[in-house]
């Protein structure tokens, strides 16, 4: 069994949240993000990776706040074992959609409930996490 390691981006964009729609394999909406790279034969360290799949999927450019945590609930993703780690912060630039790939949308960050049934993976968990810790 091979553990694929990622990292999944919480941002915020005109103070509105950055979602994506999948369009391909597993469709829905899901955070910006994406496995790590293997550098050299190293791990690709968290924010970098953090930076470079959310500026490939919605053209915007991060600047990284914090780390919400780490989730590695078995069977989070229906394609294999991933622990994702999660970053937040806020966006910058012009939205750009991957072609074929993703579409870039924005809300308000109070109305992540209403989308509930469609998120992909556990990006639900993860944005509901985030919340509750912006509320504190």
């Known amino acids: 069994m091979i553990i694929e390691y ?3 981006v919480i941002a915020l964009y005109q103070n509105k949240l950055v979602l994506i729609e999948r369009l391909e394999t597993i469709k ?7 496995r790590r790279d293997l550098i ?3 791990l690709e360290d968290v924010a970098s990776c953090a930076i ?3 500026q490939e999927e919605t ?3 991060l600047i990284i706040g914090g780390e919400l945590g780490t989730y590695d609930k078995p069977g989070r993703d229906p ?5 994702s ?3 937040y912060g806020r966006a910058y630039g012009t939205i750009k959609d991957e072609p074929g790939k993703t579409k870039v949308f924005t809300i ?3 109305g992540f409930h209403r989308y509930k049934g469609l998120f992909v993976f556990d990006h639900y968990d993860m944005v509901k996490d985030w919340y509750k810790e912006c509320k504190k």
């Not at 394609?79 to 622990?83: A, E, F, H, Q, V």
């Open 40 to 42: 050299d034969g190293e």
């Open 79 to 83: 394609r294999g074992p991933k622990i």
């Open 28 to 34: 829905g909406i899901a955070l910006p993000g994406g």
């Open 108 to 110: 308000e960050p109070e």
């Open 6 to 8: 990622c990292s999944d």
């Open 52 to 54: 470079r799949e959310f």
């Open 85 to 87: 780690d999660t970053v």
């Open 59 to 61: 053209g915007l450019t």
